[in-house]
DNA sequence: GTTTGTGAACCGATTCACAGCA
DNA sequence: TGCTGTGAATCGGTTCACAAAC
């Protein structure tokens, strides 16, 4: 089953397997079953089985899946366990909540390095690490070996900043500008839009 | 072609529309096409039609679409246009930049309250909003009018605070927390999960 | 001629349901 | 027996392609 195999959405959900594998690990749970791992992932059953499958058949009939081994699996398949470096584009107050998000250490991130283009906020420190000019990015992807980019510049300064993150040789980038981008060639984009998702939820809302 | 007509992943892509038609009414074009529109959002024509004919019937053929028209259609889709009030529960750095957000205010959306249960925390001003404890979460809702929560709390608070909040009356819910929540009845609840998103673009990543 | 709106075909993903293995 | 892994059925959504409308 070769990499490339994995379904979109399967993808999708592998990281929360991850972390629900952490859990179980962390209480000490040797063994679960489908109904186990999909009722904590919030998915049913036989879509965690089917997204399992894509990883390989890890699984032991009549009994479960040994936890430890099938996070091994989800993680491998992730890449997660890897160090990966990060610069954060924008030192907005977005910008610098992610530089400081916990969360993002203990999956093997680590933000090394915050560029902007603004001067007053160019030699600043932000969680320990100091934001450099715009005009510093592609020697600071080298130096610091960054293979992720976080985008946290205003919309209309978005496609520039992904076209200078893909010029740098960044080719991964999550970007929370609200805007349709441009991808260049052999970038993953992923994108996450604040006020379009209360947009989404003001559908459910009553019109009244 | 009634409200709950809209299919899920249509209702994903109005917001994005809704966008596309704000720059062509500021730049005074007056009737797009479904392939310019498809293009500045990033979809195909057929797409963006079929979405569209979701919401009725509002092109002309052999012209297109009066861009006021549509994007007064796609606005009232979405109940754009009427102020939305937002409660922020957990006041940390992400807390703090959602409500700093300035792309919140031209689609409606006020952050009015801010709940947190941390002491040093509660009492500060943030963007203009004083800090509440969490117990005076159902007393904001209802005196200033709140209809959407973002939940910025660590993911072990996140459980607790989304039923904190289902039970104050809030029936639409944004997440930013890694966890994978129980959801009450009758809420509608989005989550994203920022190092989720960068683990999905690790997969994409060299595993070298 | 141009462009919409939509049946019909297609496609990917989800779910069913059970054969196969522990 | 219990549970996985997966063919087969199903479902939702996308794309094709064209008749209808301008």
Redesign the interface.
Known sequence: MT?SA?PRQT??R???Y???LDDLVRRGVGTASSVELAA???VEPAQLRRDLSHLGSYGKRGVGYDVAELRAHVRG????G?R?G?VVVGV???G???A??A??VP?G?EVVALVDVDPEVVGTTVAGVEVADLAELSRLVVERDV??A?LTVP?GAAQDALDAVAASGV????SFA?????VPDGV?L?S??????????????P?A
């Open positions: 990499a994995v993808l999708t592998l990281p929360v991850a972390r629900v904590a992932a919030g398949a992730l890449g997660v890897r990966r990060v907005g107050n977005l610098r909540a992610v400081s998000y969360g993002l999956r991130f293979s992720l976080v919309g080719r991964s980038v999550l609200p805007r349709a981008l441009s993953a992923r996450v839009d604040v006020a379009a998702e209360l947009q989404i939820l003001s559908y459910y809302l019109p």
